[in-house]
């Protein structure tokens, strides 16, 4: 039934079988956008209309992740905060299959059979026109359609948004990013962008210099942006003017995956292992690698002089 207790549901073996139908959809869903909540919400609407449980399928890692390595496009949201933003969004289950070899490798039909029939039991299945899946990508829409008159299950093709006559993508927020356009990022998506995650042991440096941070690791070879900004924290329902770094951190280390650091003005409580949300304003620089610490720690102080300017003509 719809509305029933929201739950995470990793791999086709946790399927209870004999399982009722569901309203479904499949897809990456990067940033859970505004595009994205047009569609949730249209699979809410029809979960109620077919009074059964509203079902999002993603992949993880993201099929372009598993193809391209390194090379993907940067995240701009992880797992847990995925998850987070469907059960917000008020969708009932979110389904996760791991994507491997053997998924890579099952034909069109073999995934509409063992995914979409036997799996997940599909009543009705809300996807755009241009999906594409199976082995080499030879599953798409019509198939589908074709498959849902066999096997009893209906298609319907997904809304589009667009804002300024262009498409909501998650492309498209990413390049908003990377040219620091937090305002057009902010209207893509539907709130500020934010990257959140438990703060962990760094080498203490910050602290040994006199400007403490709280280090959050990304879990991830590329960030989708790169360089100092102006940032508040949310922690503990404080909102706390701040400055960050996403990087590697040239001058003092050989990070291979980005961190996110960040320095809370006039603060000096202890976060370790708590969790905080970062949300991005404005960008001061790009990150730099300094011949000294005391160049280092010069500059730093100049980005901290710019986020406090920053906050005071707020």
């Not at 992740?65 to 969708?91: N, W």
Request: aromatic content about 8%; charged content about 25%; hydrophobic content about 40%.
């Amino acid at each position: 039934m719809a509305g029933e207790k929201r739950q995470f549901i990793r791999g086709l073996h946790n399927l209870k079988p004999g399982r009722g139908g569901c309203v479904a959809t499949i897809g990456s869903f990067d940033g859970v956008h505004l595009g994205h909540r047009a569609i949730l919400q249209q699979l809410i609407d029809k979960s109620a209309e077919y009074d059964l449980p509203s079902v999002v399928m993603i992949f993880e890692p993201q099929p372009q992740e598993f193809f391209s390595g390194e090379q993907a496009p940067a995240r701009l949201m992880r797992l847990r905060e995925k998850v987070e933003a469907f059960i917000e969004a008020g969708i009932d289950q979110v389904f996760c299959l791991q994507f491997n070899r053997s998924l890579r490798s099952l034909s069109a039909e073999n995934f509409i059979d063992q995914v979409l029939v036997s799996g997940l039991n599909v009543s009705c299945l809300v996807v755009g026109d241009d999906f594409r899946f199976g082995h080499d990508r030879s599953g798409n829409y019509q198939l589908l359609t074709q498959a849902g008159k066999q096997h009893g299950f209906d298609v319907l093709d997904t809304h589009t948004l667009e804002y300024q006559g262009e498409r909501i993508s998650s492309t498209r927020i990413r390049n908003a990013l990377e040219q620091a356009d937090f305002s057009l990022a902010e209207k893509l998506l539907g709130k500020s962008f934010q990257i959140a995650g438990r703060v962990v042991y760094g080498q203490c440096l910050g602290r040994q210099l006199g400007i403490p941070t709280a280090n959050v690791h990304l879990h991830r070879y590329r960030a989708p942006l790169t360089g100092v900004y102006v940032v508040e924290v949310l922690w503990n329902g404080q909102c706390l003017p701040a400055v960050a770094n996403v990087g590697i951190r040239p001058t003092v280390g050989d990070l291979i995956k980005p961190v996110l650091e960040v320095h809370i003005l006039d603060f000096d409580e202890q976060l370790y292992g708590q969790r905080i949300q970062v949300e991005f304003k404005a960008k001061v620089r790009e990150e730099a690698k300094f011949s000294s610490l005391e160049l280092m720690v010069d500059e730093i102080h100049n980005d901290i002089t710019v986020a406090r300017s920053y906050f005071l003509n707020k």
